[in-house]
């Protein structure tokens, strides 16, 4: 049933307006995720799930959450929680991207990052 599990997990990765208008990104996408062993999907679907933050008061390096705006995994409300658990935690939105905003928007994140990296150098 890895083509029904493709078909949801491209639903909550990609925008809307992103599968309507890039196609060949969504049906890219829809077919990796329909590739993987059911056992191994499973596993690490099983294992993330359970993921939590601890110790986070221990993380000594400025951190950035970065979410896309219509992110249903991640969305900007858990980012920004994230960031207010690390001492030196930020939040970054990428607007109009879901989960996968490094691949609908990769110059509005790459503009995120660069920023964040320079920010911290100085």
């Known amino acids: 049933r890895m083509d029904e599990i493709a078909v949801t997990v491209v639903g909550t990765g990609l925008s809307e307006s992103r599968r309507r208008e890039d196609p060949v990104l969504t049906g890219l996408f ?31 390096c400025p951190t950035l959450a970065c979410c896309g705006e219509h992110d249903p995994v991640t969305p900007p409300s858990f980012a920004q ?12 939105v990428v607007e109009g991207a879901a989960h996968w905003c490094h691949l609908e928007a990769p110059e509005a994140v790459n503009e995120i990052l660069l920023a964040f990296a320079h920010e911290i150098a100085t």
């Open 30 to 60: 829809r077919d990796l995720i329909a590739s993987n062993d059911p056992r191994a999907y499973a596993d690490s679907s099983a294992a993330t799930a359970i993921g939590r933050m601890v110790d986070t008061d221990r993380v000594a």
């Open 81 to 92: 929680a994230i960031a207010d658990a690390i001492p030196n935690g930020r939040t970054a």
